[in-house]
């Protein structure tokens, strides 16, 4: 799992010892980390991107590896692999731009958002 990655950059880059020192941080309690350590349970966008920003982790990245963690069939976590392949190996910000409407397409945040972002393709 990548989230798990994610988890562990932070601990490491503020020093913790325990797992309860990130869920404090997050706000969450110890026992939701560990349901997201897991695979049980997931972390929200928001906490993602605070993870990102604090492991100077580009938080594109991370929102995709939250959405392919999340992906529930073989199939979708195939598709979510080939994306990151894809990222990894061709131009970086056109998939960055058509990722970001289509994450905004599945965690709607409101209209404003979605135009922006239709604006920016166009």
């Known amino acids: 799992m990548h ?3 994610l ?6 880059a503020k ?3 325990q797992d309860k020192q990130i869920a404090s941080d997050l706000g969450i309690d110890g026992a939701k980390l560990s349901r997201i350590r897991k695979g049980e349970r997931y972390l929200t966008e928001n ?3 605070f993870l990102a920003e604090e492991t100077k ?9 939250l959405a392919a963690d999340k992906a529930k069939t073989h199939k979708a976590k195939q598709a979510w692999q080939d994306i990151t392949k894809k990222l990894k190996g061709q131009n970086y910000q056109i998939y960055s731009i058509g990722l970001t409407a289509f994450a905004f397409s599945i965690f709607p945040v409101n209209d404003v958002l ?4 239709l604006c920016t393709l166009c």
């Not at 988890?7 to 490491?12: N, S």
């Not at 982790?57 to 995709?64: G, N, W």
């Not at 979605?114 to 972002?117: D, L, V």
Request: net charge negative.
């Open 3 to 5: 989230i798990n990655k």
């Open 7 to 12: 988890l562990d950059a932070y601990k490491e």
């Open 114 to 117: 979605h135009e922006c972002a």
């Open 57 to 65: 982790t580009d938080i594109h990245d991370a929102l995709i590896y």
């Open 15 to 17: 020093n913790y010892v």
């Open 47 to 49: 906490e993602v991107i």
